[in-house]
Structures are given as C-alpha cells and as structure tokens.
C-alpha cells in the first residue's frame, strides 16, 4: 500500500507531490542479507518529520564496487568513495538527504571527513573502509554535527531488516521508495541481491542526486565486482534519462558480503560470473525504471528502441538524441504520435543516417517509411495508442547491425511547476 | 504598435498566443533596396485569413550566399538551396508557412521541383537561379497547387516597398515579425542591409524552422559573400538556443545586389570586408536575439558569458551546456538563483574545467568564488535582480583565455503547453 501523496518541505514552501502514476503497485519486500545491518534516523538536516540518514553496517569486510557522476565538478563525498576504493574493503556506508554537500569548498571536505572519523570510530574500522553519499541542495554548507551525534546509537541498534526505512531515508522529493531484489541460483549455491536507489536526473530542485546502494551475499572479490557493476550499468543506469542534466551527486555502490560455503568469484572466467552478471543486469535495470517513473512530473515512460544504426555507439547516440528531446518529451505528455520531432531528432543526433532509409514506429504501428509518411498511417489508431502509460518509439536507421535502448519519462508541466519553484 | 494577441490555427485547436513580453518596443521600418522587390499571398497552405507565401524578385541576377541546418534528415527545400548555391547567381526567392515539405520523399522532392519551375517561368530566369525555403509541418505531403497559380501574378505586382509584409507572411506561432536593418559607410559608398527572420529552434507544433534573408545593396561576389556569412552566423544563429532541437529546415540565405558606383568586394583584403562583416554581424545578431525574445513560451532572456576557459570552443560547450540545461531554464523561469545548477551544467559539460577554480556570477553579482558560495551572497539582493527580463549568467573557468557567448530564452509552463497541444 503506497501512500498517495507526500509533502515536501522546499525553501519557503510545502510542496505537495502527487505519487507518481508511473508507480509499481507494489513496493518490493527485500529479505534480510546475513551480516548487513540497516540503521535509519531523523538528523533534520533539511526535512522535518522524516528520516534522512541511513547508516549500512557490515559486520564483517566485505568487497565493494563503486561508479560515480561523470561530472568535472563532482561533490566531496564522492572524491572520498573514489579515493577509497581501491583498499576494495567496505565496512559501513553513509547516506544523508537534504544537503548535497556539493560545491563546498574546503569546508565541504572537512564535514566530509568528520562524518567519515565518526563512523568508523563508531563501528571500530578503518576510515577508508566507510563510504559516504550526500543527496540534496549543490552549494548550501553542512552543518555535520547531527549526523555525527547520531551515528554511535545507530551502529548499536542497526538490524537485518530494515531495507524498506532504509530506502525511504535516501529519498529527497521521490515519490516513492525504490527497492528491487532476487534470489538465485549461482553455483551449487543460492544467492541474492538486495538493491534500493533514489532519485532521477535531477529530481526537483537543487536536489541532484541518483543514488543506488546494491548488496549480495555472493562471494566476489572486488575488482571482479567492479568489472561485473561497471558493465551492467550501460544497460541500465547508464541508459535512463529524465532530463539531461547530469548530477554532481551519482552513485551507484556495489558490496558482496561472501556467504558461507560460497567459493569467492576471483576470475572472469568463472562461469558463475556470467550467472551473477545477468542477474544484477535485471537488477539495475528494474531500479532504473522506477527511477524514470519517478522522474518529476512523468505521466509517460518512453522507450526508444534504436536498431538498424552504423554501430552500437550510434545507435545510443540516436536513442538519447530521441530520448532528451523537450518536443518530443512535451508531444508524449499530449499523447500526440508527432513522429515528425523524432526525424528531427535522428537528423541532428549527429551521426550517420540516411533520411530516405529511416523506418519509425510508435508502438507496434509503423508510421513512417522510405522517408516519408507511412501510406498506411491512421491518426485514430495511433492516437488511441497514445493515450497508453507506456509508449515505445522504435526507429530502423536501415544502416547496418548498431542497436540501443534507452528509457526516458515525457516533459510536463508539473516538471516545470516543481523545477521552478513557484516562486513567481 | 504590435498587436497583443495572436491566434494560431493547429491541427483542431485555436491556440490564442500572447504577444512575447520580450517582444522590442517597436517594429524596425525598412527602407527599399532598388532592385529588390517583394510580393506576399494567401496561399491557404495550412492557415486561414493571413498571408503564408512570400516572393522575392531580384530584378538582375545578385550573388548569394547560403548557411543551412546541420541535421542530417534536411528538407527538400534546403537540398534544392545547396544544389544551387554553387551557381552563384540568384534571381528569386519563394517561401512558404504551413508546411515544411520535410520527409516528404519522392513527393516533396517533387513539389519543390514544380514550385522551383513555375517560379522561374514567372520571372523568366533559371531554375538553379531560383531559391527556396518551406517551414511548417514535418511529413506532411504539401500540396503546390495553390503557390504555382498565385506566382505569376506575384511577380508581376512585387514592390521595393513590402519587408514588412514580407516578415509577416514567413511567421508560423512567431508572436511578432523579425526585422533588423543598417546603413552606413562602406568605402566610398553608403550601404544599406535589410533582414527578415521567423521562429526560435522549434518554436511551436510541428513548426520547425528558423528562416532568415538577408538583401544588401553593396556589390560583393557569391563566393566572398559565403565566407562573410559563415563568419558572421558564428556570434548570432549559431549562438542561440531556445531547446536544442535542431530543424530539418535551419536556413539563411543572404543576396548582395551590388548598387550602382559601388566596385565589387571580390577578395577578403579589400577594407571594406572589415566593414561589412562587422555590420552584418550586428544586423544578424539582432534577428537571432529577437527570434530568442520569441521562444516558446518565454519570458526571460537569458545571456550566458564564459571566459577563462582553456579554449574559445571549450566556453562554447560549456555556455550552450548551461544555456541548454532544463533545470536552469525552469530556475530562471521561476525567478531563483540557483547557481548550484550552474555548477551542474558546467561539470557535465565534459570539457576541461577545475570545480575549486570556478567564479560565478548572476548580474554583477558574484555568487560563487574558489569552490563554493560566495561569502558575501545575499539571497534578497540577487531575488531583486533575478525579477528583470533580461538575467546574464557569467562563469569565469579561470584555465585560460577561452571566451564565448549564448543567449538562450527560461522553460516555462507555456512551453510545454503549446508544445503538448492541449490534447491530454
């Protein structure tokens, strides 16, 4: 039962967001992961009334894996995961909303620090064994005290079960908590991946952050971990976009807790490493969606299935061009089949196509071709087609074997109204 | 006096547009260019009540100079122009509103053919002489008839007198016409330079096109006049955004008639190069700044500044990167100076940059210095300057000596209103 509305406190406004009509009827229920212990806490760091920090315990080392924002002004939290990494142990993670502790200077790096002393002097680790996310308003000092008295009481009393509170402490202006989880054969053993992510692109305003947190009680040695997080998230995280803004903030981690009787995965050629990686791939990509679901004011998932391009790189170039497009972004929220913008989108993506060989469909009705409308094209038909919550635009360069699927949400008013703050 | 309403008939709807509050005070009059005469009509190509055909008659052959879309899916239209230009000699120009005779196929290539043939018929000149420019609906098969009857009586009755009604009859959901002109010293002689231009990126429904004509009187070969215009589009139409969506149909074509006693500029040593180039860069300048004063839906004007960056082409990325971010457009929209998303739009730039050396300002307001907010930002004096209609964003990189300038228009919800078609 998810509730319909949440208030969120923004500057000098309550700002009531409707739950998303893109949203799962069903929060998933995750199952406890031996060893992985889940504190959540009210430090009113900018909320009132909710939780906004999580802390993640391991009880024992586990491996980690880690990709982050490709931004050139990446927040101070980041710059610590990435130094971090490569000591390929984690012991604790953690995540506050409200305040992204991005573009603070010097003083951003200090607060960085003293949360990062704190934890680890509270859970009796490493500090290079303790991860850090930030998620909220870029340029707003953050006062770290709160957090820092919190986190001593919350390594005591952090349990197994806490996954759901967990995923509701990340969220900024979500509509909904993002969780996905499976159990699996790998081996002669059974495994599972646990997963909770917040936010998409840039949520709402300030707040910009995609954040994922994903643990298994598979064995897996880190660097393989990261070989096997880096490739499954082109197919995911890596192919969503709600408005091309990309965030100072992203972070997606990856911990393996190595069960017993788990023989740890050290090698590619391991054929559980195949298993494993196809799993985690549905994984991301079920979060993924529930975060372009999510994205502010979407009434329409897009999915731009690109085939037929030069190569595989072009097609993504194409199926982005198409997937960030305000007009075609904005015809999808009319439920207008205005394949028109999307010639136009093939034709300034910039890469190698020929006008004359485009195919396009929307849905299963194919409405242009040979470089024109298509002679069978009936306005009724698709039009009832449109009025669907999930729309698919497929495109055939006619070109050679290159293709991609990216997924995007439609541009809206609510996009605006949240992104611009009432203010006038 | 402008007109504060416009209607605009698309698809079933009457779409009512208010004039755009950054519409200039004032319509620029044109003088007459001898030689240069212009007949509009009503075609009733798409529109009822108003004209949507324009012809331009060149009564001597004048060289010409062209600048086209990038896309790689361009109208017919535009194919014909390029074919043509080598020839160098212009005689005519016809335009139409309503529909862009883009992805048309066989068909479009077709129409344009016939329109091409019966204009020169009309004036008695070549084919390739003739220019030609559609802007209106993608993919929708255009029908010639009604053009091919109206020229013949076009030429005939074409005066030196009518820009104006020229810059009216190529609108399509432009709130206002876009005229520029100058006149002075080039040489020994004086000169004069008259342009029209209509819509911003994709201004409206279907409607993607930015078209702009140039006619000056001075006496400048084809091939030196192309190198003066490509020059010279650099600082104006290929420095604005209102979206990022490039048209099928991008075009600007420029024609230099070459006024009694004024010796032809045929090399790029001549001194009157300098002149000319610096005139008519401040003429087109002025057309892209009122096509970006007419975006959809605007209300602010937006000019972005980078310097400091370690190229000219790194501050270009960088300024259309900030210029094209949806979530400043919506922050500007609502008044708020949320430089944090400034700091996003420069991080995802992908160029060269260092966070901690980044200086921002809003006006001349300093809101950001070495990596975080500026100690001296006052919320209240930057909420006063961020009500102005007119909102500068500069960002020094503080690398090099790179510099560029953008203007883009905000996002608001009147843009996604018109662009979503009032169908949901």
């Known amino acids: 039962m998810i509730c319909r509305y949440f208030l969120c406190f923004y500057r000098k406004h309550i700002v009531v967001l409707k739950l998303s009509p893109l949203s799962p009827q069903k929060i998933q229920e995750l199952s406890p992961l031996s060893g992985v212990r ?90 290079n064994e303790i991860f850090i996310a930030s998620t909220g308003v870029i340029g707003e000092p953050m006062d770290a005290s709160g957090i820092i008295n919190l986190l001593p009481s919350m390594a005591e009393r952090a349990k197994e079960e806490n996954w759901l509170e967990a995923a509701k402490a990340i969220m900024t202006t979500d509509t909904f908590p993002k969780l996905a989880t499976c159990t699996f054969d790998c081996g002669e053993e059974t495994v599972t991946i646990n997963g909770i992510a917040k936010g998409s692109g840039m949520i709402a305003p300030d707040m910009a952050t995609m954040l994922s947190f994903i643990v298994s009680d598979a064995g897996i040695s880190s660097n393989i971990l990261q070989s096997i997080l880096s490739e499954a998230v082109q197919s995911s995280f890596n192919s969503i976009t709600v ?83 305000p007009l075609i972004k904005t015809a999808i929220a009319g439920e207008d089949a205005n394949w028109g913008r999307v010639v136009m ?36 038909t698709i039009g009832s087609y449109m009025q669907g919550k999930h729309i698919t635009i497929r495109v055939d360069i006619g070109l050679g074997n290159g293709r991609a699927t990216v997924w995007s949400c439609d541009l809206t008013k609510e996009y605006v109204m949240i992104n611009s703050d009432y203010r006038s």
């Open 38 to 127: 889940i504190a959540t806490a009210e430090a009113g760091i900018k909320y009132k009334n909710r939780t906004d920090l999580l802390l993640i315990v391991f009880d024992k080392p586990v491996s980690v894996a880690g990709v982050f924002t490709r931004s050139k002004c990446p927040s101070s939290p980041v710059e610590h995961c990435r130094a971090s990494l490569p000591h390929g142990i984690a012991r604790g993670v953690v995540v506050n909303s409200g305040n992204a502790n991005a573009f603070t200077g010097s003083k951003g790096k200090h607060t960085t620090g003293e949360i990062i002393y704190a934890a680890a002097k509270a859970l009796k680790v490493r500090e």
């Open 345 to 380: 989108a093939v034709g300034k993506a910039g890469v190698e196509v020929d006008r004359d060989l485009l195919t396009i469909w929307f849905g299963e009705h194919r409405v242009a071709v040979n470089g024109e409308r298509d002679p069978e094209y009936c306005e009724e």
């Open 243 to 325: 408005d091309s803004d990309t965030s100072t903030s992203d972070t997606l981690m990856m911990f393996a807790t190595g069960k017993e009787n788990f023989p740890c995965i050290t090698c590619k050629t391991d054929p559980r490493y195949e298993v494993f990686s196809k799993h985690l791939s549905v994984l991301l990509h079920e979060l993924a969606l529930q975060i372009v679901c999510d994205g502010e004011g979407a009434r329409h998932l897009i999915e731009v299935n690109v085939i037929g391009a030069t190569t595989n790189d072009d097609a993504k170039t194409i199926a982005l061009s198409i997937a960030n497009s």
